[in-house]
């Protein structure tokens, strides 16, 4: 692009950095102080706003730019991303929303430690939240990286590394001036620009079609190289059993990881009742559910328009087959009107990227100061001094996620998020399900279920091929791979669920009847709830 468009698009950039920035500011001067100021926003919420939220949290960067990029690439089995990240919040509606929201207070660690001891149980979920969010984090580093090196005009590393470095810096900032109320309507704005950006762009696909869905795909399927296989199961997934099991796992992982997400459990804490939480999820599926429906025209009107092969010129994994695709719908490079819907769909992916790494960072700096640290400090640690580790804490965090991102930026950001929803759903969801379902579940079941499937996905994954041993791993020179999937959700998220009933069938600490029967009133009728 030349450079009075780079001019424009950055500005559009900086617009929006500017609102979020302002936002924050204005929450910092009109907040208590609190922990469940800086948590939970003050629990005033509506349903509508809080739903929103959850959306603006969810559609990450693996929705807008890593799942359209995997569908341009690979058809049929790219839609697998889809279908699995929506079905998942069935899960949490009937499972999960209104149980959590009623038992816990802040975190995942208040719904289990409530029944059990609460060191050991605190340490052991606040390190798997602390995991998997920073997990989720590296996928949006590196979809920052990839989306503004492109909006720069070029893949240079060193554009690519000052963006995440960047990123980490504002994400930073937003949670540490403005905890959960600024997190929050910086996350209802990102919703509503990207559902806007969405619609427009799905419109101008199908526009470019005729409305005819069926010329779409067949387009697509052309464009692609691979004929009729791409509309087909198989092209990714297919090939061998290794591959027909990694499709298992990876949906597995999909589906159940949700509802072990910390980010998205801590955003039921945000409204003042149950019934509220539960309504938030059902506004959240309506946008959720609309915004992966138009992810599918999207990733195969980038195939149809583009051609696959030109989407994976620009970027290896897919990443950038969204703005690209904008580009040419505007009127093709170097077009006034390319430039311009470019930019727009840039700087939306660009809040997109914003609002979620601002949510997870607050999720898991909660975890470092309301679990870890409490917890070793016992009753001593005061809320306002919780509340200044939690400020600490995202800057480590921050940290953290600015290296692993540096390194996984060649990767596909959706497949990265894949990987940490089969660590939530190894080590979360079954201490989880555990706690609030099964009468005599003990502490040692607890640590257990925690630590027996976050090991293992974590061992699993640095042991794939993911790591090493192929050309798309980390470090593609050595091979020290011998777990053969990708994704290792298919083997430890059953590890989780048997090493929580090992530890408590195995367990001489005798459960507390009085203490289940405390939870499930409070899980059923929001008696005592906080």
Same mark, same amino acid.
């Not at 559902?195 to 069926?214: E, K, P, Q, S, Y």
């Not at 298992?248 to 999909?254: D, H």
């Not at 005061?382 to 600490?392: G, L």
């Given at each position: 692009?030349?450079?009075?468009?780079?001019?424009?698009?950055?500005?559009?950039?900086?617009?929006?950095?500017?609102?979020?920035?302002?936002?924050?500011?204005?929450?910092?001067?009109?907040?208590?102080?609190?922990?469940?100021?800086?948590?939970?926003?003050?629990?005033?919420?509506?349903?509508?706003?809080?739903?929103?939220?959850?959306?603006?949290?969810?559609?990450?960067?693996?929705?807008?730019?890593?799942?359209?990029?995997?569908?341009?690439?690979?058809?049929?089995?790219?839609?697998?991303? @889809?279908?699995?990240?929506?079905?998942?919040?069935?899960?949490?509606?009937?499972? !999960?929303?209104?149980?959590?929201? +009623?038992?816990?207070?802040?975190?995942?660690?208040?719904?289990?430690?409530?029944?059990?001891?609460?060191?050991?149980?605190?340490?052991?979920?606040?390190?798997? @939240? !602390?995991?998997?969010?920073?997990?989720?984090?590296?996928?949006?580093?590196?979809?920052?990286?990839?989306?503004?090196?492109?909006?720069?005009?070029?893949?240079?590393? *060193?554009?690519?590394?000052?963006?995440?470095?960047?990123?980490?810096?504002?994400?930073?900032?937003?949670? @540490?001036?403005?905890?959960?109320? *600024?997190?929050?309507?910086?996350?209802?704005?990102?919703?509503?620009?990207?559902?806007?950006?969405?619609?427009?762009?799905?419109?101008?696909?199908?526009?470019?079609?005729?409305?005819?869905?069926?010329?779409?795909?067949?387009?697509?399927?052309?464009?692609?190289?691979?004929?009729?296989?791409?509309?087909?199961?198989?092209?990714?997934?297919?090939?061998?059993?290794?591959?027909?099991?990694?499709?298992?796992?990876?949906?597995?992982?999909?589906?159940?990881?949700?509802?072990?997400?910390?980010?998205?459990?801590?955003?039921?804490?945000?409204?003042?009742?149950?019934?509220?939480?539960?309504?938030?999820?059902?506004?959240?599926?309506?946008?959720?559910?609309?915004?992966?429906?138009?992810?599918?025209?999207?990733?195969?009107?980038?195939?149809?328009?583009?051609?696959?092969?030109?989407?994976?010129?620009?970027?290896?994994?897919?990443?950038?087959?969204?703005?690209?695709?904008?580009?040419?719908?505007?009127?093709?490079?170097?077009?006034?009107?390319?430039?311009?819907?470019?930019?727009?769909?840039?700087?939306?992916?660009?809040?997109?990227?914003?609002?979620?790494?601002?949510?997870?960072?607050?999720?898991?700096?909660?975890?470092?100061?309301?679990?870890?640290?409490?917890?070793?400090?016992?009753?001593?640690?005061?809320?306002?001094?919780?509340?200044?580790?939690?400020?600490?804490?995202?800057?480590?965090?921050?940290?953290?996620?600015?290296?692993?991102?540096?390194?996984?930026?060649?990767?596909?950001?959706?497949?990265?998020?894949?990987?940490?929803?089969?660590?939530?759903?190894?080590? +979360?969801?079954?201490?989880?399900?555990?706690?609030?379902?099964?009468?005599?579940?003990?502490?040692?079941?607890?640590?257990?279920?925690?630590?027996?499937?976050?090991?293992?996905?974590?061992?699993?994954?640095?042991?794939?091929?993911?790591?090493?041993?192929?050309?798309?791993?980390?470090?593609?020179?050595?091979?020290?791979?011998?777990?053969?999937?990708?994704?290792?959700?298919?083997?430890?998220?059953?590890?989780?669920?048997?090493?929580?009933?090992?530890?408590?069938?195995?367990?001489?600490?005798?459960?507390?009847?009085?203490?289940?029967?405390?939870?499930?009133?409070?899980?059923?009728?929001?008696?005592?709830?906080?």
């Amino acid at each position: 692009m030349s450079g009075h468009h780079q001019t424009l698009a950055l500005l559009l950039f900086s617009a929006f950095i500017a609102v979020t920035l302002g936002i924050t500011t204005w929450v910092s001067r009109n907040r208590r102080g609190s922990a469940e100021e800086f948590y939970a926003g003050g629990r005033l919420f509506s349903p509508l706003e809080n739903g929103f939220a959850i959306a603006g949290d969810y559609m990450s960067a693996a929705s807008f730019l890593g799942i359209s990029g995997l569908i341009a690439l690979y058809g049929y089995d790219g839609m697998l991303y @889809s279908v699995g990240f929506l079905v998942a919040w069935l899960v949490v509606l009937l499972l !999960v929303a209104e149980l959590v929201r +009623n038992c816990g207070r802040f975190t995942l660690a208040d719904v289990v430690a409530s029944r059990m001891s609460e060191r050991p149980v605190r340490i052991a979920a606040g390190t798997s @939240s !602390v995991t998997v969010s920073v997990l989720y984090l590296v996928a949006q580093m590196v979809g920052a990286g990839s989306l503004v090196a492109l909006l720069l005009g070029g893949t240079s590393e *060193a554009a690519r590394s000052w963006t995440v470095i960047g990123v980490g810096a504002l994400m930073v900032i937003y949670v @540490s001036l403005g905890g959960m109320r *600024a997190t929050t309507w910086i996350q209802i704005v990102k919703a509503v620009l990207l559902m806007a950006g969405a619609i427009a762009m799905t419109v101008l696909v199908l526009a470019r079609f005729h409305g005819d869905f069926n010329q779409l795909l067949n387009s697509a399927a052309e464009r692609s190289g691979h004929g009729r296989e791409f509309l087909a199961p198989g092209l990714r997934y297919g090939g061998d059993w290794t591959a027909r099991l990694d499709f298992v796992s990876l949906g597995l992982a999909l589906v159940l990881g949700t509802a072990g997400l910390p980010h998205i459990l801590s955003r039921f804490y945000t409204v003042p009742t149950a019934r509220a939480a539960r309504r938030s999820v059902v506004w959240s599926i309506g946008l959720i559910g609309s915004f992966y429906l138009m992810t599918i025209v999207l990733g195969f009107g980038a195939a149809a328009v583009l051609g696959s092969d030109e989407v994976r010129k620009s970027n290896a994994a897919g990443n950038t087959a969204v703005p690209l695709l904008a580009l040419d719908l505007g009127g093709g490079a170097g077009s006034t009107g390319g430039t311009v819907l470019f930019a727009v769909v840039a700087a939306v992916a660009f809040a997109t990227i914003l609002a979620v790494v601002a949510g997870i960072t607050l999720a898991s700096s909660a975890s470092v100061a309301h679990d870890l640290y409490a917890s070793l400090k016992r009753r001593r640690a005061r809320q306002h001094s919780e509340v200044a580790v939690a400020r600490v804490a995202a800057a480590g965090i921050g940290v953290a996620a600015i290296a692993l991102g540096l390194l996984a930026r060649d990767l596909n950001v959706a497949f990265l998020v894949g990987l940490a929803f089969a660590v939530a759903a190894s080590a +979360n969801l079954p201490v989880l399900l555990y706690s609030l379902f099964w009468r005599n579940f003990t502490t040692r079941g607890a640590v257990w279920a925690v630590y027996g499937g976050l090991v293992p996905a974590v061992l699993l994954v640095v042991l794939s091929p993911v790591v090493s041993g192929s050309q798309e791993a980390l470090f593609p020179e050595v091979d020290f791979h011998v777990f053969p999937l990708q994704n290792p959700g298919l083997v430890s998220i059953p590890l989780g669920f048997l090493a929580g009933w090992i530890g408590t069938v195995t367990s001489t600490e005798l459960p507390d009847e009085a203490k289940h029967a405390e939870t499930e009133v409070r899980a059923l009728t929001g008696a005592g709830a906080v």
